[in-house]
């Protein structure tokens, strides 16, 4: 009893149990285990039920290794084509439960049980080496598949590897490469989701926009920036950042530095004082804050880097155009450079 209320804690072994009997009840099911058609006046062998058992263990063994590459492969098409997270998970742990239940069911009705005490020979014993040899011999001359069944493991290991192999290379090297490039080039003009350009004189001071670079995947993880303005006096940017926000307007990367999320929120204070903070971009998730005055400089919260600024520039038409590539690696700090 613990705070009122009973502990029910399953004994020892039950599990076991309870898994054994479903794998009796598949057998069953399948004609394992069903004694076969006795003949008026004949005695039919015990061990005939045995034999039934594992000839059906088997046909069941190479269905569940068959099955693995096929689940395996719907794990990688999923995974380039559709990654979507609660369809990855349960396809790579069907695939694990197969393995699992092949496993499970060769050690039990294909693996030679036996337990015994006998006296060690000496070694080097000629005698004893071929009694050895001929015991594990007779060990598997009860597996009547048994070339289908390595290739059926093997096959079914291949697939298993790929299916774990993938994710990996994937998250392998050149990650770094691959969050460092973003689509902003110097001269792309910014637009909005809709591919409209956005002009300088559309920024404005208290309220922020979300900007794209003209024709490219507004996918793209690097791809949306945050445009806000403000006064031009209040800026403290690095000395190399300096003609970074022209008119006070300035762009940083949209995904947050901690978890990837996307930043929503922008505090931009109503009446300015020495004991108010200045204005930041906020993420909406773990509530990172990022100050927009000073290089997007992490503020409060979790996030392990500063936002990554893209530097701007107008054109003789007022549309906001990049000046160059961004600053740094966009992303959580984990997955790249932590500077």
């Known amino acids: 009893m613990r705070n009122g209320h009973e502990s029910h804690e399953q004994p020892p072994g039950r599990a076991s149990r309870i898994w054994k009997a479903i ?17 008026e006046g004949s005695d039919i062998d015990p061990s005939h039920r045995e034999v039934g058992a594992a000839e059906w263990a088997q046909r069941l063994v190479l269905l569940l290794l068959a099955l ?20 990855l998970g349960a396809s790579l742990g069907l695939v694990l439960a197969l393995a699992a239940g092949a496993l499970v069911l060769a050690g039990r009705w294909l693996v030679p ?15 004893a080496i071929k009694a050895v040899y001929e015991r594990a011999a007779q060990g598997v001359q009860g597996i009547t598949r048994r070339r289908l069944l ?47 350009p956005i002009l300088a004189a559309s920024v404005i001071e208290g309220s922020f926009l979300t900007a794209f670079p003209r024709g490219a995947d507004q996918e793209n993880l690097g791809s949306p920036v945050v445009l806000v303005r403000v006064d031009p006096g ?18 940083y990367s949209k995904i947050c530095t901690h978890a990837a999320c996307a930043i929503s929120l922008y505090r931009s204070p109503l009446s300015p004082s020495t004991q108010s903070r200045g204005p930041a971009l906020v993420c909406p998730c773990h509530y990172s804050t990022f ?10 919260g979790p996030a392990g880097r500063p936002l ?13 155009r990049a000046g160059g590539p961004m600053s740094g690696p966009v992303g959580p700090a984990w997955w790249g450079d932590s500077k």
């Not at 598949?26 to 058609?37: A, H």
């Not at 693995?68 to 369809?87: E, H, R």
């Not at 049980?113 to 005698?127: F, L, M, N």
């Open 23 to 39: 794998v009796m009840l598949l057998l069953w099911r399948l004609g394992g285990l069903r004694s076969p058609r006795r003949d």
């Open 68 to 87: 693995i590459p096929v689940v395996a492969l719907g794990f990688v098409a999923l995974f380039v084509f559709d990654p979507n997270t609660q369809l």
């Open 113 to 127: 049980q036996e337990t015994s005490v006998e006296p060690r020979p000496r070694a080097g014993d000629s005698e």
């Open 150 to 196: 390595v290739s059926a493991a093997g096959v079914a290991g291949a697939g298993l590897t790929a299916a774990v192999a993938i994710p990996v290379v994937a998250l392998g090297p050149g990650l770094d490469d691959q969050l460092s490039s973003t689509p902003w080039r110097a001269g792309r003009a910014l637009v909005d989701e809709h591919g409209n």
């Open 234 to 251: 209040s800026l403290s940017l690095p000395a190399d950042r300096a003609g970074w926000a022209p008119e006070g307007i300035l762009a």
């Open 291 to 300: 100050d927009v005055l000073d290089g997007g400089r992490v503020e409060f």
């Open 308 to 320: 990554p600024q893209l530097p701007l520039t107008i054109d003789t038409g007022g549309v906001l």
